[in-house]
């Protein structure tokens, strides 16, 4: 078993306002291991899209830490974030963020593009990840050729292409219907846990906050519950 890990401690994250600042993160502590899954969830504006813009390191905390694997990536100067963030980092999006010029494995090959041209390695891990989400015979569609299911598959196979430490999803099942927001809560989970990646999702669902291994909410700048 790897040693994927994140812990975050006393995080706090306030925004400048006209007339005074606005605490959004005041006191947001989290241990997780590998393997491990959390929805957090809580109203509009409570600061969960703050609080992954964090976790992912595309915002920095006023205050308090974020180890992912022990190290601190806010301690790394822009490129090493970039490329700490690249390797340790899977995003999934509601809206899949998808280049519609791509096809389905070129999307999903996206972050190891980021770091040079694909390797044969790499080219043979998005196809068994596609193949895994079920779409093997999609290779060379366009998201505009797949449904909205099929495109947030893509999605989650493009964000474990590296292999990475920790898994963000926001909002994955938002745009979708009952059933498919199930088939792709079921492939989210299965290979999160096959890959041994600590899995966090922002949601206001139930179906899939229940399907995680822990709820929590954010209160006041908190995290409260597990």
Do not use: W, Y
Request: proline share 4%; with cysteine; glycine share 8%.
């Amino acid at each position: 078993m790897n040693d994927h890990s994140l812990a975050v401690d006393h995080v706090a994250k306030s925004f400048p306002t006209a007339n005074q600042s606005l605490d959004v993160l005041r006191d947001v502590s989290l241990s997780l291991a590998a393997g491990e899954s959390v929805a957090i969830v809580g109203p509009s504006g409570s600061g969960k899209s703050t609080l992954l813009q964090i976790l992912g390191t595309l915002d920095r905390p006023d205050s308090g830490t974020v180890l992912i694997d022990s190290q601190d990536p806010f301690a790394l100067d822009e490129v090493a974030l970039a490329e700490f963030r690249n390797k340790h980092v899977g995003f999934v999006f509601q809206d899949h963020h998808l280049l519609p010029q791509l096809t389905v494995i070129e999307n999903v090959l996206v972050p190891a593009l980021a770091v040079g041209k694909p390797s044969h390695e790499d080219t043979d891990r998005a196809r068994s990840l596609v193949d895994s989400v079920g779409l093997g015979d999609r290779l060379g569609h366009l998201p505009s050729e797949l449904s909205g299911g099929e495109r947030e598959r893509v999605a989650i196979a493009r964000s474990l292409l590296m292999n990475p430490s920790l898994i963000l999803a926001d909002e994955p099942t938002g745009n979708l219907d009952r059933k498919t927001a199930g088939q792709v809560t079921e492939v989210l989970l299965n290979l999160q846990k096959r890959s041994g990646a600590i899995l966090i999702t922002v949601t206001h669902s139930d179906a899939l906050a229940t399907a995680m291994g822990q709820r929590m909410e954010l209160v006041d700048g908190c995290l409260v519950g597990g």
